[in-house]
């Protein structure tokens, strides 16, 4: 160490080069310089702070100073761009201004900084705070990487007052900078604010004006000076404006301002308004002139005239108006302004001013959640418009629409809201009446729809059930009903009528009803009981109401188990006067009325048309089964109406086509009928290719539609039509438009060569970058292994542990490299699918042993094996295997190094799979990084300080999916992680 004698001179030193050099940044690396070798340390440094992201105080490196032989590590990436608080303690102390001269050890300055320094081999340092106005700017720093010397209070004293007058020094140029971009500012804001400025002298005489008197008055500013103010202006003005002056030129008055009208150089006037000062010597206060400004306010007493005309017209006309104007502060805390009509919602203007968010308070309760939505509207872009209740002083409801918006100031910061209230309560009346006159008749709309579709699709596919579960449903919901059913009345051979239902409701009235209910109430369940309530309706015929079934004679009760009959009515189905079916509704909250009867009048209607439908269609099936081979014809065709289907001759001219290839080809079936496709879409002839085929053709073709000429491609099918012979009479054609197929296709082809291409590019670049990088890699390693063998020929130990430090450094990090080089190619490997599985037999409980005693016996933390008595002989590529197992407990170990507690690895066996959980106790994953930690090169944001390079957990996925197997993982920050890794076994 060296003595303070030499220390003190560099530091005088050191204040000379600080004060010959005009800037700091040009100085400091000579100082470093001379307090570096003055020091006898390996390294000089000064660390500056900065704001980070969420303005958290960062710092990095800005200058650096190292000894012969010593590494820089101005360049080293982990000193660059720090957050504090990875070192809160440093951070305390240097921010109080605190000096820290210490041997470095684990207790004083916390684990990460104490990693951080050992890292750079230093063994003692000084930290020296700077302060720049009080603020801690940033750290000087003497490292010491060769012995554990300190140094003396008096030395440290010295060096702190130096860093002081540096801190003085930077605060020194910042306020000097400050001051001469003032200057420019005022220099540049003079001539060009819109004011005229201007300085008399003690007899009233213009001294200075700036460029805006030219403007204002059309005259030249040198022609100006020189005249007394007074002469400017009118001649009323001018014995006023000179009492005005006196009064300041006396000291009565420090300033005065007045209006009055200013000449020009073609003798028209302005008003302007003069703003003027007297201006003394400090040290006397003896008068020394005038200063002031002139502005024009022409304009101003121009508006301020019609102002005051229209104030009057303006409140007779808000007050008038039907709307309710207002004005609040930016922050809606302050009613501004209000109109008087007001009072014509019953709500006192005086309350609504005057009590803190009373417009908030007479808000309904229901509409609060919709206001407030708005207000986050009105803060984010300053516009507010709703729709919603006010409840008045007497509880009246009032409907309004509230229609807002912010005025800024220049800052962008709400000063203002300006709005209106207008009363839709009769217009909200009328749309709320509407919309329950709409629901009700959408919900007519929906169960006649539901009559259709029954219909329709018993029409078209024999089907009616499943549509009227849905019309039974509506029609429930529309009654009110609880349960029912809707059936077909028959007779039995008795010409006793009973009721095969269509479709009931599952009322579920027993194990073995349940059971009855399932297997029949598709195909329809059958009553023949009439001695109940709908039986009442199968022998009359009539509507049947029952709103006290316990009381009614025509009830006989209900099976066992169905749940309590309440209300009942059965609702015959007529058409004409031929009695077809029967509806059935129970258990309405209210009683049933006709008023039932004549809402569902349309779908009983609906209905019997319906049945009339099946019995016509059951005696048309029986019928007409002639019109099945038509039917199928019919269908064929119908589920190709967006192809076209046509039919040619044996020398291919059409004979039919349908009418779809006009909306295909923009041509009519008139235009084809009689000619071949050749002749009318100049496409290739295919009369001698079909008649060597024997069975189906099919071709894609490029036509051109007949009005926009756009290509159009079709895919053909040709199917050959042939007598009883086997003769061909006719040729059947349907031609489908495939031209975004084929597009597709086309890009696909071009998207694939590219992917290819790129493909083959990556490969080979990633195999030349990883062989490039591995010859100097090696290169470098063996040098390293050269200079540990010369090292060990030297008596020096202080050099020989320094220099060994450095080289442990170096081959750490080639180790890291060539790991990642050898990551990327493990990767590059199983993208291109080369790496091939090779099973082995092997006992996965010796395995996992092994494991753990070549590679992790001398780890400080130790890792815990938790085994099962029983072992197995698993087949498993041993090689992948190996890497997954190596990839998580070398995580386990890294991001636990703070823990107590050691990484667990247990084993556990399934049928047919066995599981490896690896469980650590140390940082855990953020829960938002979750979702990316199988990623290339993600690292969570809690990794900052341990080295990785976010590859391995890629790896180790593609390799458990490899071998077939299953990768997930449980985390909790701060707390820990488990991964679980299933995999198949064969005993």
């Not at 008139?670 to 001698?688: N, R, S, Y």
Request: hydrophobic fraction near 35%.
């Amino acid at each position: 160490m060296a003595n303070s004698e030499a220390i003190l001179k560099a530091i005088g030193e050191s204040y000379f080069i600080l004060q010959s050099k005009k800037k700091i940044k040009e100085a400091i690396p000579s100082i470093l310089s001379v307090l570096g070798k003055a020091t006898q340390v390996d390294r000089v440094y000064i660390f500056q702070n900065f704001l980070g992201n969420g303005q958290e105080i960062h710092f990095s490196q800005k200058f650096e100073w190292v000894a012969d032989g010593v590494s820089p590590q101005i360049d080293f990436e982990e000193l660059q761009n720090v957050p504090w608080s990875v070192f809160p303690i440093v951070a305390e102390r240097l921010g109080n201004n605190t000096i820290i001269n210490e041997v470095l050890n684990e207790e004083s300055n916390g684990k990460e900084f104490y990693d951080t320094m050992t890292a750079q081999g230093i063994l003692s340092f000084l930290f020296i705070p700077i302060m720049v106005d009080n603020v801690f700017w940033g750290f000087m720093g003497f490292d010491n990487c060769s012995s554990k010397e300190i140094y003396s209070d008096e030395q440290a004293a010295a060096l702190h007052a130096f860093a002081s007058t540096l801190g003085y020094t930077i605060l020194a140029n910042k306020q000097k900078k400050s001051i001469f971009e003032a200057k420019e500012s005022y220099s540049y804001l003079i001539n060009n604010v819109h004011e005229v400025i201007f300085r008399l002298d003690i007899n009233h005489r213009l001294t200075f004006i700036n460029q805006q008197w030219e403007r204002f008055t059309k005259n030249q500013v040198s022609e100006t000076l020189g005249k007394s103010f007074e002469s400017t202006f009118k001649k009323p003005y001018r014995n006023k404006i000179t009492s005005q002056l006196e009064r300041l030129s006396k000291g009565l008055e420090h300033e005065v301002i007045f209006e009055a009208e200013l000449l020009d150089a073609f003798a028209d006037a302005s008003w302007v308004k003069v703003q003027a000062k007297s201006q003394n010597t400090r040290s006397t206060e003896i008068f020394e002139g005038i200063t002031g400004s002139i502005i024009n306010i022409t304009r101003e007493k121009e508006v301020l005239a019609k102002l005051e005309e229209s104030v009057a017209e303006k409140n007779a006309i808000i007050n008038s108006v039907k709307d309710i104007l207002y004005t609040f502060s930016g922050d809606l805390k302050n009613v501004l302004f209000v109109s008087d009509n007001l009072e014509l919602f019953g709500i006192e203007k005086k309350k609504y001013v005057e009590i803190k968010d009373y417009w908030l308070q007479i808000i309904h309760p229901e509409d609060k959640e919709l206001v407030d939505n708005e207000l986050k509207k009105l803060f984010q872009i300053g516009v507010f418009d709703a729709v919603y209740r006010i409840k008045n002083e007497v509880g009246k409801i009032i409907w309004v629409q509230n229609k807002a918006w912010a005025v800024k100031n220049k800052d962008g910061k709400f000063i203002k809201i300006h709005g209106r209230y207008t009363d839709v309560t009769e217009l909200k009346t009328k749309e709320l009446k509407l919309k329950s006159s709409e629901d009700s008749l959408q919900k007519l709309n929906d169960l006649l729809q539901a009559v259709n579709d029954t219909q329709l699709s018993y029409n078209l596919e024999d089907d009616f059930r499943s549509p009227l579960d849905t019309l039974l449903i509506k029609i429930l919901g529309i009654t009110g009903s609880k349960f029912g059913f809707i059936g077909e009345v028959l007779y039995d051979e008795n010409d006793s009528p009973y009721l095969k239902t269509h479709t009931i409701t599952n009322i579920s009235w027993s194990e073995e009803t349940e059971k009855f209910y399932q297997n029949n109430f598709r195909v329809g369940i059958e009553f023949r009981n009439l001695n109940t309530l709908f039986g009442e309706s199968l022998k009359t015929g009539k509507l049947v109401i029952s709103n006290e079934p316990q009381k009614d004679t025509r009830a006989t009760g209900t099976p066992h188990g169905h749940p309590p009959l309440n209300k009942y009515m059965g609702v015959p189905v007529y058409k004409g006067e031929e009695f077809l079916g029967l509806m059935g509704f129970a258990n309405k909250e209210t009683d049933y009325t006709e008023a039932d009867l004549n809402l569902l009048r349309p779908l009983i209607s609906g209905y019997a048309n319906l049945i009339k439908s099946i019995r016509i269609q059951r005696q048309k099936k029986e019928a007409d089964k002639l019109r099945i081979q038509a039917d199928e014809k019919y269908k064929l065709l119908s589920q190709n109406t967006g192809d076209i289907i046509a039919l040619h001759g044996l020398d291919l001219r059409f004979e039919y086509v349908s009418p779809s290839i006009e909306k295909v080809l923009g041509f009519i079936p008139e235009d084809c009928i009689g000619k071949t496709p050749a002749e009318l879409f100049k496409v290739k002839q295919l009369k001698d290719s079909l008649a060597q085929s024997t069975g189906n053709t099919i071709t894609v073709m490029v036509h051109h539609h007949k009005i926009t000429k756009a290509p159009v491609i079709l895919e053909t099918l040709i199917t050959p039509l042939k007598n009883m012979d086997d003769v061909v009479y006719s040729y059947m054609a349907t031609s489908r438009d495939v031209t975004e197929r084929e597009l597709v296709l086309d890009e696909l082809k071009e998207s694939l060569a590219r992917e290819q291409e790129l493909s083959q590019l990556k490969s080979r670049f990633i195999s030349m970058t990883s062989h490039e990088f591995r010859t100097p890699l090696a290169t470098i390693m063996s040098s390293t292994e050269i200079l540990e063998m010369l090292l060990e020929q030297l008596d020096n130990p202080a050099l020989k542990e320094k220099t060994n430090t450095h080289l442990d450094r170096i081959n750490n990090q080639i180790k890291r490299l060539t790991g990642v080089i050898s990551n990327l190619l493990v990767l590059e490997k199983s993208s291109q699918d080369k790496i091939i599985v090779i099973k082995e037999e092997i006992s996965i409980k010796h395995f996992l042993k092994s494991l753990i005693e070549n590679n992790y016996r001398e780890n400080e933390l130790k890792v815990e094996l938790i085994l099962p008595e029983k072992d197995l002989l698993l087949k498993i590529d041993t090689s992948l295997f190996s890497h997954i197992m190596n990839n998580l407990i070398d995580n386990a170990i890294k991001y636990s190094k703070n823990s107590e507690k050691s990484p667990e690895i247990r084993l556990e066996y399934q049928t047919n799979t066995f599981s490896i959980i690896v469980k650590d106790f140390g940082i855990g994953i953020p829960k938002e990084d979750q979702k990316y930690i199988f990623g290339s090169f993600f690292r969570a944001k809690n990794v900052n300080t341990i080295k990785g390079t976010g590859l391995g957990l890629n790896i180790v996925k593609e390799f458990v999916e490899k071998l077939d197997g299953q990768i997930s993982f449980k985390s909790i920050e701060n707390e820990g992680t488990e991964f679980i890794v299933n995999l198949p076994h064969e005993n």
